[in-house]
Nanobody, 126 residues
Framework: QVQLVESGGGLVQAGGSLRLSCAASGRTFSSYGMGWFRQAPGKEREFVGAIRWSGGTTYYADSVKGRFTISGDNAKNTVYLQMNSLKPEDTAVYYC???????????????????WGQGTQVTVSS
């Protein structure tokens, strides 16, 4: 069994920064890549960004480009999300996810992810 655990969420004022972390534990596995999603109250879960370990390529939703940065450690199946210039509309529960199997370069598709964390709350006040 693989568990993903997020940390680093909290309350921050608009314009501030937060850094989320996600670490995998449990059985050893090699992930194809890892991603971040978020879900605001009453809304569907949406893609934030992802990293493909091969080549270290990163992908971002348009809404966070230039403000959020994904990095990580492939060997440790650990991924980070640095969030700068936060806005009230960034308020949501943030989830990390891992893809174990290679597949389409379609990182925003939820069903392509094999493992999910429990989420960490990020609240941005105006």
């Amino acid at each position: 069994q693989v568990q993903l655990v997020e940390s680093g969420g909290g309350l921050v004022q608009a314009g501030g920064s937060l850094r989320l972390s996600c670490a995998a534990s449990g059985r050893t596995f090699s992930s194809y890549g890892m991603g971040w999603f978020r879900q605001a109250p009453g809304k569907e879960r949406e893609f934030v960004g992802a990293i493909r370990w091969s080549g270290g390529t990163t992908y971002y939703a348009d809404s966070v480009k230039g403000r959020f940065t994904i990095s990580g450690d492939n060997a440790k199946n650990t991924v980070y999300l640095q969030m700068n210039s936060l806005k009230p509309e960034d308020t949501a529960v943030y989830y990390c996810a891992a893809r174990e199997r290679p597949g389409p370069l379609a990182w925003a598709i939820i069903r392509l992810y094999d493992y999910w964390g429990q989420g960490t709350q990020v609240t941005v006040s105006s």
